[in-house]
């Protein structure tokens, strides 16, 4: 399949780059529909292996790259399902897309996250299964979990852990705070800092650079250089579920779907 | 060292520019929220502006409670 589009992503395979474009109004919310038509794409990876050096995720929308998990899809969720049921779906979906990360992480493609505006949560932890991020400069990263009373549960943590250490995990995490691209380039997070707008082209560029050199090469080099933490990946998917059961949890979903606060974003 | 009107008149220029109202229609005391009709995500994009443009980094806890120009520029203007 080397085009679909669907109703929260589309991609097409150009000149051996796979371009996969995010496209849910109104910031990417990652629920079950991104979820569905990401599992496609990471069904058909393996497929592009012999066609496709590389794999650009960008934004079409003015928001930014993603504000996260579908936070309203999973409030109603556990609202109108019994609690057992609620959280049995909680953990099913947060496996699945533990799967789709970890395919987008281990896949031999070189993968680039193309970000601007609003990274946040599951946006970010997207961002984190790619090998390279090239961010332009509205670019604002954030792990707002704990404002909810969970973690990031798309394998945020263990990937941050892996590429900047447990000192920056513990900053970003346990504020809460967001960040600009020049802190982000400061601690490493970010390759390529570009112009407002320009981050797609810079990522095109540097995809154009990748087709020179020999894949196998270059799959080797990925695999020794970006080990998946699997282990420590599962561990949060369990504390995140468990989290879920508490009634803080879904309280603090509620004020924040409820809200009409301007600020439900801001700790 | 800028004064602290000049980071309010700075600020002012840039919320003016980034969400397209006429300058001479925002004040300091205004509530940024209601005059540029914005959400929390917007402001965080004026945020990163403001830290490109004063060149500083400031923790958005910082601004819980934040709403007008003037105290957005004391905020500013302790990390300048």
Known sequence: MHSYKGNAISWELVDGVIELALHREPCNEMGTLFLSELERLTAALPSFEESAHALIIYSRLACGFSAGGDLRELYQGIRTTEEKTALEGIRDFHQRIHRAMNALDATSLTTLACVHGIVFGGGFELALTCDMIIADKTARFCFPELRLGIIPGFGGIPRLKRDLGNAVVRDLLLTGRSFNVTKAQQIGLVSQVVAEGAALRAARATAAQLAKFDRRTAAAAKKFIKPIPYEELQQEIDIVCDLYARPTVQAALRKFVESTDAQPYLP | ?80
């Open chain 2, 1 to 80: 060292m800028r004064t602290h009107e000049q980071t309010t008149d700075e600020i002012l220029d840039l919320a003016a520019a980034q969400f397209k109202v006429p300058r001479e229609s925002l004040s300091p005391d205004d509530d940024f929220f209601k005059k540029l009709g914005i959400n929390s995500l917007q402001a965080l994009s004026l945020l990163t502006r403001l830290e490109q443009h004063f060149n500083v980094e400031l923790p958005d806890y910082e601004l819980q409670g934040v709403t007008d120009f003037r105290t957005l520029a004391e905020r500013i203007q302790t990390r300048l």
